[in-house]
C-alpha cells in the first residue's frame, strides 16, 4: 500500500523534500518552547523559596512566637511552601532531561538521516547514451539509403563500367551493414534505458519516499510522545503538591485562638491582687490628724493602673525581682534548668577528659597526661561556678516560691560593679504595684544608633554582651558616669562602656 501510494508521489519529489523539512523545524521550536518553560518553572521555584527565607523566624523572639498557634502554623505555611518549590524545581528538570536531551538527539539523527536519503535520491538516470545511440543510427541508416540509391543509379547508367558497379554495390553494402550495426546498438541502449526507468520509477522513487515516510512518521510519534510526557511530567508530582497545599490547609485548622490567649495569660500573668479599697477617714467623728505631718506629707492614694500607660523602664535584676511574682518564678525555673544542663555538659566533658589522662598514663606514647591538667583545672573551676550559680538561683526560687520578696544585692567583684550599683535600685518601702506596671509599658523609643568599636562581654548584672562592628540603638545616654544603656538587634538590652563606642552622624545626643 504504501509503495502504491509512492507511485502517485514520483512526481511530487519537491513537495515531500519541504515537508519534511517543516516537521523538523516544528520539532527543533518544541524542544525550545519545552526549554523556555522549565526556566519559567526554574524562576518560579526561585522566587518561592526567595519568599519563604525572607519570611522564615529568625532570632530568639520569632522563636518565643512560635508558642502561639496562629504563629507556628505560619512557619508551617513557610515550609510546606518551600517544599512545593522543591517540586515546581523537579518539574523543570524532568522537562530537561525527560523531553529535550531526548528529543534533541532525535533530531540530529532525523537530519542526518534525511540529508542521506536525498543525496541517494539525486538523478538516477542518464539518457545522454542512449540519445547518442539513437543520433548515430538515424544518421547511418540515412548514408546507407543514399549509398543504396547511388548503386542503383549506377547500374542502370549506360557508361558506367563494370568497376565502378560494383564499387557503389560494396559501398551500399558496407553502408547498410554499419546502418545495421547502429540499430542494434540502439535497441539494446534503449531497452536498457527502458529497464533503468521503469527500475527508478517504479523501484528506487517509492523507496526513497518510503524512506521519507517512514523517517516522518517517527518524527511525528517522538513529538506526540514528548507532547505527553509534558503532561505526565507534572502529574507525576501533583500527589505530593497535593500534599503541600493539604498541610497549608491543615496549619490553617491548627489555629486555635482560645488556646493563645491561654497561653499569652500564663505566660504574662503576674500573681498580684488590685489594690484594696481606700479607708474613708472621718474627722468629724474625733479623729485628730497630724496637722503637721499631713501638710508636709499628703497622704499618698495611689492612681489607676492603665494597662498601656507610657513608662521607662527598669534595669532588669539578676534574680528577675523586677518581674512579676509568677512570671520570676517561670524565669527562675527557666534559668535552674539551664544551669543544670550545662553542668551535666560540664560534667561529661570533665569525665571524658579524665579517662583520657588515665589512658595517656597507661599509654605513655600516645600523649602526654599533664597537657591534660590545665583543661581539667578549668573544666573544674566551670563546674564550680555552675554549682554556685545554681546554689543562688535555687535560693531565689525558693524565696519566691515562699512569697518573699527581698532584694538582691548587687555584685560589686567586678570593675564595672560599682558603676552598675548607681543604676540598680531597690525600694523596700516602693508600692509593689510599681513593678507591675512595667508588663503594660509601651516600648521605649531609640534617642539614636551607634556602632560598637570593640567586642565586650557584659557579665555584670545589667550590662550586655557586644560584637565589634555590631550596629546599636541607644536607648540612654551616657550621664556622666561613662555608661550608655543600648539595644541590640536580637532584642537584648543593657549598659556598657561609652569609650566602646561611636556615635552616627545622625544620632541625637
Known amino acids: 500500500a504504501l509503495q502504491h501510494t509512492a507511485l ?25 518552547f519545552v526549554k523556555e518553560r522549565s526556566e519559567i518553572e526554574q524562576n518560579y521555584a526561585k522566587q518561592l ?12 523572639r520569632e522563636d518565643q512566637d512560635c508558642k502561639f498557634s496562629n504563629h507556628a502554623s505560619f512557619q508551617e505555611i513557610l515550609n510546606e511552601l518551600n517544599d512545593y518549590a522543591g517540586q515546581r524545581e523537579l518539574i523543570a528538570e524532568n522537562l530537561i532531561t525527560g523531553i529535550c536531551v ?9 537530519k542526518q538521516e534525511r540529508k542521506t536519503v536525498r543525496e541517494g535520491g539525486s538523478d538516477l538516470i ?10 548515430r543510427y538515424a544518421k547511418e541508416w540515412a548514408e546507407a539509403e543514399k549509398a543504396s540509391q547511388q548503386a542503383e543509379k549506377a547500374e542502370c547508367e549506360v557508361y558506367a563500367t563494370k568497376v565502378d558497379v560494383e564499387k557503389a554495390k560494396q559501398h551500399a553494402h558496407a553502408r547498410t551493414h554499419t546502418a545495421e550495426e547502429c540499430r542494434n546498438d540502439y535497441a539494446a541502449e534503449l531497452q536498457k534505458y527502458n529497464k533503468e526507468q521503469n527500475n527508478h520509477y517504479y523501484t528506487d522513487i517509492p523507496q526513497l519516499l518510503n524512506k521519507l515516510q517512514g523517517m516522518d512518521e517517527r518524527r511525528i510519534r517522538s513529538l506526540a510522545d514528548g507532547y505527553c510526557k509534558f503532561s505526565d511530567i507534572e502529574k507525576k508530582v501533583l500527589p505530593i503538591i497535593s500534599k503541600c497545599l ?10 486555635n485562638e482560645k488556646q493563645d490567649s491561654i497561653l499569652v495569660i500564663e505566660q504574662h500573668k503576674s500573681g498580684f491582687e488590685p489594690p484594696a479599697d481606700v479607708d474613708f477617714e472621718d474627722y468629724s467623728q474625733g479623729i485628730k490628724s497630724a496637722t503637721s505631718e499631713s501638710s508636709l506629707n499628703p497622704p499618698k492614694v495611689r492612681g489607676l493602673i492603665w494597662p498601656f500607660s507610657k513608662k521607662h523602664k ?5 534574680d528577675y525581682s523586677h518581674l512579676p511574682p509568677e512570671q520570676r518564678k517561670k524565669r527562675l525555673q527557666t534559668k535552674i534548668d539551664d544551669i543544670h544542663k550545662d553542668l551535666q555538659k560540664a560534667q561529661d566533658q570533665s569525665e571524658a577528659l579524665e579517662k583520657m589522662k588515665g589512658v595517656y598514663e597507661q599509654n605513655p606514647q600516645m600523649g602526654d597526661p599533664s597537657s591534660l591538667e590545665p583543661r581539667i583545672l578549668e573544666m573544674t573551676k566551670d563546674m564550680g561556678r555552675l554549682r554556685g550559680e545554681l546554689a543562688k538561683y535555687e535560693t531565689w526560687l525558693s524565696e519566691a516560691l515562699g512569697g518573699e520578696e527581698s532584694p538582691f544585692p548587687v555584685n560589686n567583684n567586678t570593675e564595672y560593679g560599682t558603676s552598675m ?5 531597690h525600694d523596700p518601702d516602693a508600692n509593689i504595684y510599681a513593678e507591675f506596671d512595667e508588663e503594660f509599658d509601651e516600648i521605649e523609643s531609640p534617642i539614636g544608633q551607634c556602632t560598637a568599636l570593640y567586642s565586650f562581654e557584659g557579665n555584670s548584672e545589667g550590662t550586655v554582651s557586644i560584637k565589634e562592628g555590631e550596629l546599636l540603638s ?6 556622666g558616669d561613662g555608661w550608655m544603656r543600648v539595644l541590640r538587634a536580637s532584642g537584648d538590652e543593657g549598659y556598657i562602656p561609652s569609650s566602646y563606642l561611636v556615635m552616627e552622624v545622625n544620632s541625637q545626643r
Open 8 to 32: 502517485w508521489m514520483f512526481d511530487q519529489y519537491d513537495v515531500i523534500d519541504k515537508h519534511t523539512q517543516s516537521g523538523l523545524d516544528l520539532l527543533d521550536r518544541y524542544i525550545k
Open 49 to 60: 523559596r526567595n519568599l519563604t527565607k525572607k519570611y522564615a523566624k529568625r532570632g530568639n
Open 102 to 110: 531526548d528529543l534533541l538527539k532525535k533530531l540530529q539523527d532525523f
Open 126 to 135: 542518464c539518457v545522454c547514451l542512449c540519445l547518442q545511440t539513437k543520433k
Open 246 to 255: 493539604e498541610g497549608i490547609s491543615a496549619a490553617g485548622t491548627k489555629v
Open 314 to 318: 527598669q534595669t532588669p535584676a539578676e
Open 421 to 425: 550599683s548607681s543604676r540598680v535600685t
Open 474 to 479: 541607644i536607648m540612654e545616654e551616657d550621664k
